[in-house]
């Protein structure tokens, strides 16, 4: 990965974030998230416009990427150099596989995978950020364990951004 990279959407700098702040930010993101999650309630699954996610299809997704990670990060650390296996994140809404989630279960799993990915990176034995490995075998770049944390990191501050604007376009009598 260049190290230079920054996020089009939110402007997240990858190179940026340190492994220390790593954990406390994944926690605020998700905090926040969960509170989206539950003030929506009814109107979680309803998507704003046809191409954009639901609040809940978010939740899911993050969910989901928060279990991926935390894996391909205990796998880097045992592993040199393995090639994570990617989470197909369109396929997993197209064929189905959040249509059972709802807004109060979603927040739970996702505040428990949460603390759990936090837990699990703040336990990385010293000089782990440092090791190598293939983020993806659709997207096949070699990258840190730091990196991948700071992704983790980017897809929940990234989401919350998309959710908090969902939040608003659902609202009645805001953001109109
Ligand atoms: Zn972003």
């Known amino acids: 990965m260049a190290t230079d990279d920054s996020c089009e959407t939110c402007g997240f700098q990858w190179d940026a974030v340190s492994a220390p702040e790593i954990p406390r930010r994944i926690k605020t993101a998700t905090d926040s998230f969960v509170d989206v999650l539950l003030k929506a309630g009814p109107s979680a699954d309803k998507r704003s416009a046809p191409e954009r996610w639901s609040i809940l299809e978010y939740g899911s997704h993050v969910r989901d990427v928060l279990i ?15 090639t994570g296996a990617a989470i197909h ?11 059972l989630d709802a807004p109060a279960e979603v927040a739970g799993e996702l505040s ?10 703040a336990s990385l034995p010293t000089g782990f950020e ?7 075998p659709v997207t096949p770049a070699k990258v840190t364990i730091l990196w991948a ?7 929940c501050e990234h989401h919350l951004a998309d959710v908090e604007e969902n939040f608003e376009r659902l609202s009645p009598g805001r953001g109109r």
């Open 68 to 82: 991926s990670i935390r894996e391909r990060i205990i796998t880097a650390s045992i592993l040199d150099e393995p």
């Open 89 to 99: 994140r369109d396929e997993r809404v197209a064929l189905g596989f959040y249509r």
């Open 130 to 136: 440092s090791r190598e490995f293939y983020f993806s």
């Open 112 to 121: 428990a995978i949460s603390n759990l990915f936090v837990r699990t990176f």
């Open 149 to 155: 944390g700071a992704q983790a990191l980017h897809e």
